[in-house]
C-alpha cells in the first residue's frame, strides 16, 4: 500500500519559522542599513572606479540569485544555520521527538486499556439491569393478566403501567447499549491499531538511529554542500525529513488517539447506571465523533465499526495484531 505520509517543507517545520521570523527582521534590517549608506552609494558611483567595483559586486549577487545550483546552496546554508538556532531553544531532532512519543504511545496504552475495562464492566452492568428490567415486565403482565381477571381494574392498570414504563426505559437504554457497543469496539480497535503503531515506531527507532548516525558520519557539511552544487540530493537531509513526516505522523496519531479517550471519558461519565439514566450530551460527542471525517489510527475501519450490527462478545480477549510492513518502511525509498 502506498504511503501517503509526506515530509514537511521546510517553511512548514520548526527551523522554518525560525527562518521566516529571521529572513523578516534581515530585511527590515536591510532596509534601514540602505537607507543609512543611500549618500555614500551615490557618493561611489560619481566615481568611476567605486562604480566598477560596485558592478562587479552587483554582478556577483545577481549570478547568485540566478545561478540555481548556487542559489540552493545559499538556501541550504540558510537551512542548516537555521535548524543549528532553532535547535538551542527547542527540541527538533526526528529521533528524539520519536522517542518521547514512544512514551507517550506507552502511557495511553496503558490508560486506554484501563478505559477498555470500566467501559467492559459499564457494559455488562447495563446488560443486568435490561436484564431485570425484562424479568420485571414480565412479571407486571402477569399481574395484570391475574388482576384483569379477578376484575381488579385499579391493578391491572397499575402494573400495566409500570410494565409499559420499564419497557420504555429498556428502549432507552438498549439504545445507549447499541452506542457503548460502537464505543467498545472502537476503543479496542484504537488499542490494537495503537499498539501495531508502537511496534513500527521503536522498530523504526531502533534500525534508523544507527543507520542516520553512519549516515551522518559519512555525510560532512562540505560533502552536503558540494551534493547541493552538483544538483544531486543530500542523503543526510532526506533521511532527517523522512524521520520527521513519521514524528508528524506519530505526533497526529497520538493527538487523535488522546482526544478520543478525552470524549469517552466524557461519555461514561455522562452515565448514571446506578438510577439507569444518561446524559443526551454524552450521546452527541459520541454521534459528532462517528460524523467526523476519516480516522487516522482506524482509517478505513472507522465506518465498518460504527456500522457494525454484531453484539460485542465482552469476554472475548483483545488479541495482539500480527503485521507484516512496517507502515513507514515506504518513507525511506531514497536509500534504493
Known amino acids: 500500500m502506498e504511503n501517503s505520509i509526506k515530509p514537511k517543507s521546510f517553511w512548514k517545520r520548526p527551523e522554518g519559522k525560525t527562518g521566516m521570523l529571521f529572513m523578516g527582521l534581515l530585511g527590515a534590517g536591510g532596509l534601514y542599513g540602505l537607507y543609512k549608506v543611500l549618500p555614500f552609494l551615490i557618493t561611489i558611483v560619481e566615481n568611476t572606479l567605486y562604480l566598477g567595483i560596485l558592478l562587479a559586486v552587483l554582478g556577483a549577487l545577481i549570478y547568485i540569485v540566478l545561478d540555481p545550483k548556487m542559489r540552493n546552496l545559499i538556501f541550504y546554508m ?27 504511545l506507552k502511557d495511553n496504552l496503558k490508560k486506554m486499556n484501563k478505559q477498555i475495562a470500566v467501559l467492559k464492566g459499564q457494559m455488562k452492568r447495563l446488560q443486568q439491569i435490561m436484564y431485570d428490567n425484562k424479568k420485571s415486565i414480565n412479571n407486571n403482565l402477569k399481574l395484570a393478566s391475574a388482576a384483569k381477571e379477578k376484575d381488579k381494574k385499579g391493578i391491572m392498570i397499575l402494573k400495566s403501567r409500570k410494565a409499559g414504563r420499564l419497557k420504555e426505559s429498556n428502549m432507552k437504554l438498549d439504545e445507549l447499549y447499541k452506542k457503548m457497543e460502537i464505543l467498545y469496539r472502537v476503543l479496542v480497535k484504537m488499542y490494537e491499531n495503537s499498539e501495531i503503531l508502537l511496534e513500527d515506531i521503536e522498530d523504526q527507532v531502533m534500525v534508523k538511529e544507527q543507520e542516520r548516525k553512519a549516515v551522518r558520519a559519512g555525510h560532512s557539511a562540505m560533502k552536503s554542500a558540494m551534493n547541493i552544487i552538483a544538483g544531486n540530493n ?12 513519521i514524528a508528524d505522523d506519530v505526533s497526529m496519531k ?32 459520541l454521534e459528532k465523533w462517528e460524523n467526523e471525517g476519516v480516522s487516522l489510527i482506524l482509517g478505513n475501519q472507522k465506518d465498518l465499526l460504527v456500522h457494525d450490527q454484531h453484539s460485542v462478545d465482552l469476554d472475548a480477549p483483545i488479541v495482539k495484531q500480527k503485521h507484516q510492513n512496517n507502515q513507514y518502511s515506504d518513507l525511506f525509498n531514497f536509500e534504493d
Do not use: V
Request: proline content about 1%.
Open 78 to 104: 540558510y537551512k542548516s544555520f537555521m535548524r543549528w538556532l532553532t535547535g538551542i531553544f527547542i527540541q527538533i531532532d526526528p529521533i528524539g521527538i520519536l522517542k518521547s512519543y514512544i512514551d507517550d
Open 234 to 245: 543530500d542523503k543526510k537531509e532526506m533521511f532527517d525529513r523522512a524521520l520527521e513526516a
Open 254 to 285: 497520538i493527538g487523535e488517539m488522546e482526544r478520543f479517550m478525552e470524549m469517552s471519558t466524557s461519555f461514561m461519565d455522562s452515565i448514571d447506571l446506578q438510577n439507569g439514566i444518561f446524559e443526551e450530551e454524552g450521546l452527541e460527542l
